[in-house]
Structure formats: C-alpha cells, structure tokens
C-alpha cells in the first residue's frame, strides 16, 4: 500500500487508514460507550489491516469512552516489533470521555488528555493529534500554545483540525503564522462521492497552504455501500436506526437514482459498490489519505478491490456525475 506524506508535517501515512470509532462504541457518544464493536472483533480487525498494509490507525480519547485508545495500546503491546514500529497513531480531543466530563481545546484540557491517551495507548509520543471540533469558546491562541508545547516536549509529532470550516482553519493558520506557533499541517473531513461540501471552500484553503487533507465517511454512513434500498426498512444496527440524523438529506429519489446508476457501474467493474466508492476517493487529487470504519473483517475487501482498481479523470468525472 502507497504511503503519502501527509501536507508539510514531514509524517507519512498510509493512503488508507483505518479508523477505530467503533471500537467499544459508537464514536464519541456517551450512550454507545460500551456497545460497538468488542475487544476480541476489534483485534481481528486490527490485524487483517495490518495484513493489508495499512499502518495508519485513527482514533481519539472519546471513542467507546476510553476504550478504543486502550485496545489499540494493547493490540500493539501484544504484537511487538515490526508492527508497534511502524504503526502511526492518530488520536484526537474535544469530546467529553464520559457524561457530563467536560469538553472542548482549553489549554489545560489538551495537556491533561494528551498525557491520559498516551497512558492508554502505551506509548511516550503520537504521531498525530488533532483536535477533533473548532471550540469557539477558546482563542486559537490558547489552543495552538498547548499544542505547539506538545510537539516542542516530543510527545506530538503534528497537529491537525477535524471538522473545521474553511473559515475556522484559515483563523488558526493565521494565528499561527503571526504568533510563530505549530500551525494544523492537515485536516480531517467528511468526503465522499454523496458529501462534497468541502469542494466549495476547504480544499481552496488545503492547497493554497500546503496542507494534507483526510477524507472520513468514504461510505457516507453506509449509503454508497448499498445497505440502503428504494422503499425498503433500513437494516437492524445499521447507521441510519442509530445516528440518523446527518443522513436523512440523502432520503430523496434523486439519491435513489444515483444509488442505482452507481450499483450498475460497481457490477461493470466487477467491484461493490463500497469498492468503487473508495476507489473515487483515493484518486481525488485533494485527498491525501481516506479513513475507514470497518465493524468486520471481511469490510476490509472493498479497500483490496479499491487498491487494485484505476479509475481515469474521466471515469471519476462520471460516477461525480451521477450524484449531480
């Protein structure tokens, strides 16, 4: 698997890598902490992607309340070298880790997390931290002083800004810029063939500062898998009975329409449809490196057929095209 640098943090990552939210819950939602997926399927997982070359894993201290940061810490205790080597942790903070724990990028706050992710990961240093939401509550000053005093102290090598606005991560480069602090070297998006929003401004900001760009969501919360159907019940567990909300503008026929386009040219190319979907996006130009969320193992096969797949300026233009 191709390792890209990611923007000017003089860090590669794997091109796919994999996300570990579901480990022990369903992101950082309270109310799932302790459901998702279970420590022994979350191991299983984590060794088919390594066998399949992915060396980037993504998670954040509020997964699963803790528990996705410590079954990675002993995933890698268990394995030993090469793989504890050449394993880059990305982690994030901003949610509470329990109901009613406090929030946020207060400076204090990222000290106190990043030395509790590091206890749980078993590790002294993480490749990347990112803060996981804009806190419009704390001055980018204060936010990027702690962060610039983590990577100074060698416990960060980079930082990076998950879900932020164009308009947010311009503020915190400039603050960068003008006060000398480690600026966000990358940032961390929903991105997919159904949610482009980030075409319209956030990949203006990405190029024009050099910046790396991750893509989450390749499968828009299972709607480019195929798992939703034209008048049919949404599947038990499925995303759509559980977190719904950021997904009910894809509740329409013109999506149905371009589900079903998009199905006919998966079986052309002898690929599923969560295949080619990868496929688009890790030809993106913009995009340094998509996250996957598998919650099994044999979710991992889209990522194979996406590796092994080559779709043309043209082709990618025309799966866009589908989706309007």
């Given at each position: 698997m191709e390792r890209r640098a990611l923007g000017r943090s003089g860090i590669s990552v794997s091109q796919v890598i994999l996300g570990c939210g579901n480990f022990g819950g369903v992101g950082s939602s309270p109310a799932f902490f302790g459901r998702g997926i279970p420590r022994d399927e979350a191991f299983q997982i984590m060794d088919a992607a390594w066998e399949l070359g992915i060396t980037t894993f993504d998670t954040a201290d509020a997964y699963g309340g803790g528990r996705s940061e410590t079954w990675i810490g002993e995933w890698l205790a268990t394995r030993g070298r090469p793989v504890r080597d050449e394993i880059v942790l990305e982690t994030k903070t901003f949610n509470p880790n329990t109901e009613g724990e406090d929030h946020g990028l207060a400076g204090a706050r990222i000290r106190r997390q990043i030395d509790r992710?590091?206890?749980?990961?078993?590790?002294?240093?993480?490749?990347?931290?990112?803060?996981?939401?804009?806190?419009?509550?704390?001055?980018?000053?204060?936010?990027?002083?702690?962060?610039?005093?983590?990577?100074?102290?060698?416990?960060?090598?980079?930082?990076?800004?998950?879900?932020?606005?164009?308009?947010?991560?311009?503020?915190?480069?400039?603050?960068?810029?003008?006060?000398?602090?480690?600026?966000?070297?990358?940032?961390?998006?929903?991105?997919?063939?159904?949610?482009?929003?980030?075409?319209?401004?956030?990949?203006?900001?990405?190029?024009?500062?050099g910046l790396g760009y991750e893509a989450y969501g390749p499968l828009a919360g299972g709607w480019l898998s195929g798992k939703y159907r034209r008048g049919e019940p949404y599947p038990e567990g499925s995303r759509m009975t559980q977190r719904p909300e950021s997904y009910l503008r894809y509740t329409d026929d013109v999506v149905f329409d371009g589900l079903e386009a998009f199905e006919r040219e998966a079986f052309a190319r002898g690929v599923s449809m969560a295949g080619l979907a990868t496929a688009w996006l890790l030809g993106a130009p913009e995009v340094t490196a998509v996250v996957v969320g598998p919650t099994r193992v044999e979710h991992l096969e889209p990522v194979r057929e996406a590796l092994a797949l080559e779709l043309s300026p043209e082709d990618r233009g025309h799966l866009r095209g589908l989706f309007g």
């Amino acid at each position: 698997m191709e390792r890209r640098a990611l923007g000017r943090s003089g860090i590669s990552v794997s091109q796919v890598i994999l996300g570990c939210g579901n480990f022990g819950g369903v992101g950082s939602s309270p109310a799932f902490f302790g459901r998702g997926i279970p420590r022994d399927e979350a191991f299983q997982i984590m060794d088919a992607a390594w066998e399949l070359g992915i060396t980037t894993f993504d998670t954040a201290d509020a997964y699963g309340g803790g528990r996705s940061e410590t079954w990675i810490g002993e995933w890698l205790a268990t394995r030993g070298r090469p793989v504890r080597d050449e394993i880059v942790l990305e982690t994030k903070t901003f949610n509470p880790n329990t109901e009613g724990e406090d929030h946020g990028l207060a400076g204090a706050r990222i000290r106190r997390q990043i030395d509790r992710s590091l206890s749980r990961l078993g590790v002294e240093r993480v490749s990347l931290y990112v803060a996981h939401e804009f806190d419009p509550e704390v001055p980018d000053e204060e936010t990027l002083g702690a962060f610039d005093e983590l990577v100074r102290a060698g416990k960060v090598g980079a930082v990076g800004a998950s879900n932020f606005s164009a308009e947010q991560l311009t503020g915190a480069l400039q603050v960068s810029q003008r006060v000398g602090l480690t600026r966000y070297e990358w940032a961390q998006s929903s991105y997919s063939l159904l949610d482009r929003q980030d075409e319209d401004a956030l990949f203006g900001v990405v190029g024009s500062h050099g910046l790396g760009y991750e893509a989450y969501g390749p499968l828009a919360g299972g709607w480019l898998s195929g798992k939703y159907r034209r008048g049919e019940p949404y599947p038990e567990g499925s995303r759509m009975t559980q977190r719904p909300e950021s997904y009910l503008r894809y509740t329409d026929d013109v999506v149905f329409d371009g589900l079903e386009a998009f199905e006919r040219e998966a079986f052309a190319r002898g690929v599923s449809m969560a295949g080619l979907a990868t496929a688009w996006l890790l030809g993106a130009p913009e995009v340094t490196a998509v996250v996957v969320g598998p919650t099994r193992v044999e979710h991992l096969e889209p990522v194979r057929e996406a590796l092994a797949l080559e779709l043309s300026p043209e082709d990618r233009g025309h799966l866009r095209g589908l989706f309007g």
